[in-house]
């Protein structure tokens, strides 16, 4: 089982910039297609971008596309989310998630179902 500890949210501005980052022990995150998801109050969790597991694909949200990058560093066993213009609908608490191959990523990287390993969140609020 991997562990997964997310840092990097704060309380920022609209337009602003936050990179959150997601340190992995236990397995090395090569292994894994790595996820974030956010949820905001009241809503469901939703998936916000994917890496997988061979860094060959990448997957978005329509709402932040061209906004946030999603990548990993292997050496460092951690995964990010760049996320710039922020806006104050993204405010939301962001989660990491893993899942080893699965069939099917490009139709399900954003199904929480598909991912049994998660961290505790990180809290981003934007201000208008």
């Known amino acids: 089982q991997v562990q997964l500890v997310e840092s990097g949210g704060g309380l920022v501005q609209a337009g602003a910039s936050l990179r959150l980052s997601c340190a992995a022990s236990?397995?090395?995150?090569?292994?894994?297609?790595l996820d974030w998801f956010r949820q905001a109050p009241g809503k469901e969790r939703e998936g916000v971008s994917c890496i997988s597991s061979d860094d060959e694909d990448t997957y978005y949200a329509d709402s932040v596309k061209g906004r946030f990058t999603i990548s990993r560093d292997n050496a460092k066993n951690t995964v990010y989310l760049q996320m710039n213009s922020l806006k104050p609908e993204d405010t939301a608490n962001y989660y990491c998630?893993?899942?080893?191959?699965?069939?099917?990523?490009?139709?399900?990287?954003?199904?929480?179902?598909?991912?049994?390993?998660w961290g505790q969140g990180t809290q981003v609020t934007v201000s208008s």
């Open positions: 998630a893993a899942a080893r191959d699965f069939w099917g990523l490009s139709m399900g990287w954003a199904t929480t179902s598909n991912f049994p390993s």
């Open positions: 236990g397995l090395p995150l090569r292994l894994f297609h």
